[in-house]
């Protein structure tokens, strides 16, 4: 077992096959694969969960993106955010109040570092490791819960699918958005007959706000089978750890480990699905120019909300 300093969670550690929460309270909320992805609940910013790709020659503490989870009421456009709305459990925060159980009927409220393990099991003579997300109500009446389920077969990646709760409002849509696509500087779309760049979606795009969102329907996705995906890539192919950034740039934001594909995954689409990005020329709450330009920040799919309705979040290496 690894030991923890005093007074700072103890660090997951791994159980059979699998990382998870281990050792006493205060605990880190982490899961997933030895060698590959691993999940994690952020305590700042608050409100995401956090993907680790220790495979792509990361530091432990190095994540890759952040998901968010958006549910937008029935016959409304009033978005949720869980990263962005203040707290009604942590008053004077900003961000939603995440924590993981093991049952999806556990409600009582946890704190963050007070995570369960996960259940193990076996499907298909394949070990999975599951565990459920319980976000705080929204502002708009929501309340949900994503299941986070790990395969033993696909080390890469990590499957999500969320649920409304009894007590919530009917919604429309509940999308999980990975938010943080400018660290990687993404700006290849793979669709299914071309590749699609910011400068082409937004010409001369500047500032420190978000671009407005482009939408691709399902028939302009890539197609496997009955599944649909939508990838991003960075264009830097032959050096993307040498490229100048200003200034005032912060660390965190420097680019590091392996170049690699980011990628939605969904087995079983609506019909009415569609993929959508968005683009920053700086970083996320600077005025950082983003170096090469503007670079997609949010990726997300959109459809109809399906009760336990997954979909997959894949970090493939590149080179």
Do not use: C
């Not at 939603?96 to 009927?105: E, L, Q």
């Not at 600077?286 to 979040?313: K, M, T």
């Amino acid at each position: 077992m690894m030991t923890s300093a005093v007074g700072s969670p103890s660090p997951a550690d791994l159980s059979g096959r699998w990382v998870r929460p281990a050792g006493p309270v205060p605990r880190e909320p982490r899961w997933g694969h030895p060698a590959g992805m691993q999940l994690g609940i952020s305590s700042a910013p608050r409100g995401l969960l956090q993907i680790f790709t220790p495979y792509l020659e990361h530091p432990p503490e190095r994540l890759v993106n952040y998901i968010a989870v958006e549910p937008v009421p029935a016959g409304s456009a009033e978005r949720g955010y869980s990263e962005l709305e203040p707290s009604t459990l942590d008053p004077g925060e900003r961000g939603k109040r995440m924590w993981a159980v093991d049952h999806p009927s556990d409600a009582a409220v946890r704190a963050r570092l007070d995570p369960d393990p996960g259940i193990v099991d076996t499907a298909d003579g394949v070990e999975r490791l599951t565990i459920w997300i319980r976000v705080e109500p929204f502002d708009n009446g929501a309340q949900v819960q994503v299941r986070v389920r790990f395969r033993a077969d696909r080390p890469h990646g990590v499957e999500l699918a969320g649920y409304s709760d009894s007590g919530s409002v009917p919604l429309d849509r509940l999308v999980l958005s990975a938010t943080m696509g400018n660290w990687a500087r993404l700006r290849r779309l793979e669709l299914a007959d071309r590749v699609v760049t910011p400068a082409e979606l937004w010409p001369g795009f500047t500032g420190t706000g978000f671009a407005a969102h482009a939408s691709f329907g399902l028939d302009e996705l890539v197609r496997e089978g009955g599944a649909a995906l939508v990838s991003a890539t960075g264009d830097e192919d032959d050096d993307p750890w040498s490229v100048g950034y200003s200034a005032d740039t912060a660390e965190h934001w420097r680019f590091l480990g392996r170049r690699m594909r980011q990628t939605w995954r969904v087995d079983h689409p609506h019909p009415a699905l569609r993929a959508q990005v968005n683009a920053r020329w700086s970083y996320w709450a600077s005025a950082s120019e983003i170096p090469g330009g503007p670079a997609y920040e949010n990726l997300e799919v959109v459809q109809p909300f399906r009760q336990g309705a997954a979909l997959h979040f894949i970090v493939e290496p590149l080179d």
